[in-house]
């Protein structure tokens, strides 16, 4: 009997632009929509919602967000099981860095009227939790 359960396509992700340059990785992230990534993001939780972001940014840094930095509003409405639900399992503390997959912007278009930032992110795919120190995002070709 067949089963209804498809394997998934292997993707394959490039080293992207720097994370160390936040301008240049924000005016390569405009200037690239549609583009899929893969982005070590931080995730700061209030101890209330533990995977339920209240803060998230691009980066490695545990700390808060340097001034510059990438703050992120993930849109987890493409995803079949909310993003904290997924997190609860990757985070074990209120704040952890994970690999998030997926596109800049929003999969839907926005009701409000807002201004970034925060910078829209359509979320596809949670990875593992970040490991090391990347040096860069990766670019789905």
Do not use: H, Y
């Not at 990534?37 to 490695?60: C, H, M, Y």
């Not at 399992?89 to 839907?108: M, P």
């Not at 829209?120 to 090391?132: A, H, I, S, Y």
Request: net charge negative; with cysteine; glycine share 8%.
């Amino acid at each position: 009997m067949p089963t209804l359960k498809t394997q998934r396509q292997k993707r394959t992700f490039f080293p992207g632009p720097p994370l160390a340059d936040s301008a240049g990785l924000l005016a390569w992230l405009e200037s690239n929509p549609g583009t899929t990534l893969r982005l070590p993001v931080v995730i700061i939780s209030s101890s209330e919602s533990l995977g339920g972001n209240d803060l998230a940014f691009i980066g490695t840094d545990l700390g808060p967000p340097a001034e510059d930095a990438v703050l992120l509003d993930l849109d987890d409405s493409t995803l079949g099981i909310p993003l904290s639900t997924r997190l609860r399992s990757l985070c074990d503390a209120e704040t952890c860095v994970v690999w998030i997959e997926g596109i800049w912007g929003r999969a839907l278009p926005d009701l409000e009227d807002q201004q970034p930032p925060p910078w829209p992110f359509t979320v596809r795919d949670t990875g593992p939790r970040v490991e090391g120190s990347p040096q860069t995002i990766f670019v789905e070709r």
